[in-house]
């Protein structure tokens, strides 16, 4: 959906959209514990499951669960592929004025739903609610360690302090959810992604239980996917509308030195000394060549911005209140 769009007066409050991916023996229970804890809520919710290329029947079975309950909406795509374009799928058709996310294996909790949402409702001051794991039930050294060590990393390169990214109970107002746009690995920097976009976060702990059935879809490989994507997130988030200032400062601390030694060495050839083959003669060359590479990569890179944002591809900015309309009418 556009950006700005108004949802139908007939649109329910809250749209829940979960990802799932060989979640069969978990789909049953889940289904009625969102409904649980929704259905009381005035205002009306609907359940958007995104099945993502499940092989264990969970598609089906999302279809038949839906045939009585009109609330659920099954998303099936064509093939697996990973949990942040599945949740992307679900943002695309999420109705609501709120939207939560949780994970399909009942590690999350829908019954903590109704109070996060509460909260988003009352505090204007917030635009999102990150669920935070206080007692987290998965292994210790494959799985809590390493995420540990993963939220400190984020927390400190993104400047988002929160004590869990990974969390995946989260519930935010719709305009975040337009302005972000998952792919790839991104689900697990959400909250710096809705940061960038303009969002004030607050954390609150949730429950967590131990995945009783199915089995999870990670290993500990993903720690360094997650190292190597941070490394890009990063560069993306804080330099993405100025690639020459990284570029061109890396070129220019590496071009200068060169052009001073040779300078110097052109110096000492005029006042008749010999140059011969020093190896200060070959340092500065290569200074000079490889600082102008990174500065030539550095305007290619500001082009492609360039063209980007006059394509007019996405908003540059976004405005929490304005007295002015944009296009200066009244
Ligand atoms: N998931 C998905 N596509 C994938 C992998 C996972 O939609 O390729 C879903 C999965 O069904 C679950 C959520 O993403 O609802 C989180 O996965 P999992 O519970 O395996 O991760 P963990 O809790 O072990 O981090
Ligand atoms: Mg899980």
């Known amino acids: ?34 409904h649980e804890a929704l259905a009381p809520r005035p205002g009306g919710f609907e359940l958007i499951c995104v099945d993502d ?53 009942l590690q999350n909790d829908p019954l903590d739903l109704p109070a996060l949402l509460d909260r988003l409702e009352t505090d204007d001051s917030i635009d999102m609610i990150s669920g935070w794991r206080e007692h987290r039930q998965d292994r210790a050294i ?52 809705a940061k960038e976009a303009g969002a004030r ?33 990063v560069f993306v988030l804080r330099y993405r509308q100025r690639p020459l200032h990284v570029f061109g400062g890396l070129g220019l601390s590496l071009a200068t030195p060169g052009v001073l030694i040779l300078a110097y060495l052109m110096a000492l050839k005029i006042l008749g000394e010999e140059i011969g083959h020093r190896p200060l003669l070959m340092a500065g060359t290569m200074l000079v060549l490889v600082g102008l590479q990174f500065i030539v990569a550095g305007l290619i890179s500001e082009m492609l911005v360039r063209i980007y944002h006059e394509g ?3 908003p540059q900015y976004h405005v929490r209140s304005a007295r002015m309309p944009a296009d200066g009418s009244r």
């Open 1 to 34: 959906m556009a950006a700005g769009t108004v949802p139908a007066v007939t649109a329910p409050e809250v749209s829940v959209v979960i990802p799932i991916y060989n979640e069969a023996e978990n789909l049953r229970d889940l289904v009625a514990r969102v």
């Open 53 to 105: 290329g499940s092989r264990d029947g969970s598609d089906k079975l999302l279809v038949e669960l839906a045939a009585e309950r009109p609330w659920l909406k099954p998303v099936i795509l064509a093939r697996n592929y990973g949990q942040s374009t599945a949740l992307q799928a679900g943002f695309e058709r999420a109705l609501g004025r709120y939207v939560a996310t949780l994970d399909g294996d």
């Open 142 to 193: 494959s799985r809590r360690l390493p995420s540990r060590m993963a939220n400190r990393l984020i927390s400190w390169a993104t400047k988002v302090e929160l004590h869990d990214y990974g969390c995946a109970l989260k519930v935010y107002r719709r305009e975040i959810i337009e302005r972000i746009h998952l792919y790839g690995e991104l689900h697990r920097f959400i909250p710096s992604l």
């Open 201 to 233: 976060i607050a954390e609150v702990p949730v429950r967590h239980h131990a995945r009783t059935r199915g089995v999870s879809k990670y290993g500990i490989d993903r720690t360094f996917r997650v190292i190597l994507d941070l490394l890009l997130i």
């Open 312 to 314: 007019g591809a996405r």
